[in-house]
């Protein structure tokens, strides 16, 4: 049976058509209900939401709008997707994208997670768009560097870079899904990371846990040899930490590296 273009895309009042002619030529795919006002020169609720039910535009969270592009095809909103980290561009600023989200997007994890992380300077409570989880992570002003710029969809989105993101894994593992996973990126993608970065990352950050957690990974893993320059004339901090945050204060103590052990390290179960 035909789909009845009726049933789904109708027709755009002149107003309508203005406003989301303005907002393409402007560029602006996403746009919020204020500079929706601006163009219009009025309230803009009544023609927003008659375009919603149109499915002329996609409703992403109070406020916050997306345009369905043409070629989507007649069912429009109905069948469009919008990418998550283009969405989290416009939930706050300033803001990178980081943790396990930016480890998968570095190809550095095979996990994808549930929800997207988002580096922040002021808490914010975590929001559901679109089915999706956004988790937003407060950093103070010494975490928030080494920040590249990556474009999606002719977007452009900041994301950590692959060096600063395994730095920010070691510092907040619950963040990655726990140490192991950080672990099995560092393992896996050794190659590729450059240590004396992620050192002078840490050391920036002001964290020695950081380099606490790395130095034992890359004994545990049978890397020490290969890496141990990086730690050289390093002086750790006395304290105990957790190796894992996200795992139970119950384990030993490693005096080497003042790790509590909570979790285990084991790459043989990573082989498959």
């Known amino acids: 049976m035909k789909e009845n273009t009726d049933k789904y895309r109708k027709g755009l009042s002149k107003k309508q ?7 393409a030529r402007e560029n602006k795919s996403i746009f919020t209900a204020n500079q929706a006002k601006k163009i219009l020169k009025e309230e803009p609720y009544l023609t927003l939401h ?9 409703a992403l969270k109070a406020g916050l709008y997306a345009i369905v592009p043409l070629d989507i095809g007649i069912k429009g909103a109905e069948s469009f997707l919008v990418h998550d980290f283009i969405i989290a561009s416009y939930l706050t600023k300033p803001y990178y994208i980081g943790f396990w989200s930016a480890l998968n997007y570095h190809g550095l994890s ?5 929800s997207v992380f988002v580096s922040i300077k002021k808490a914010k409570k975590p929001l559901v768009i679109l089915n999706t989880e956004f988790i937003f992570v407060q950093l103070n002003k010494e975490r928030f560097f080494a920040i590249e710029k990556i474009e999606i969809e002719r977007k452009k989105i900041n994301i950590s870079n692959i060096n ?7 510092d907040h593992p619950e963040h990655t899904g726990g140490i192991e996973e950080v672990a099995r990126s560092v393992y896996f993608n050794h190659r590729q990371l450059n240590f ?26 049978n890397l020490w040899e290969e890496y141990k320059n990086i ?6 901090t006395k304290g105990y930490s957790k190796l894992d945050t996200i795992s139970r204060e119950r384990g030993k103590h490693n005096e080497r590296w003042k790790l509590l052990i909570n979790v285990e390290i084991n790459q043989e179960r990573w082989m498959y």
């Open 196 to 221: 004396e970065k992620i050192k002078l990352y840490a050391l920036r950050m002001k964290n020695m846990t950081i380099l606490k957690r790395l130095g034992f990974i890359l004994e545990r893993l």
């Open 17 to 23: 058509s203005f406003l989301l002619s303005e907002l």
């Open 50 to 58: 008659s375009l919603k039910e149109k499915r002329w535009i996609l």
């Open 110 to 114: 095979d996990q994808i997670p549930k």
């Open 164 to 170: 600063k993101t395994i730095a920010d894994c070691l």
């Open 231 to 236: 730690f050289k004339d390093l002086k750790l």
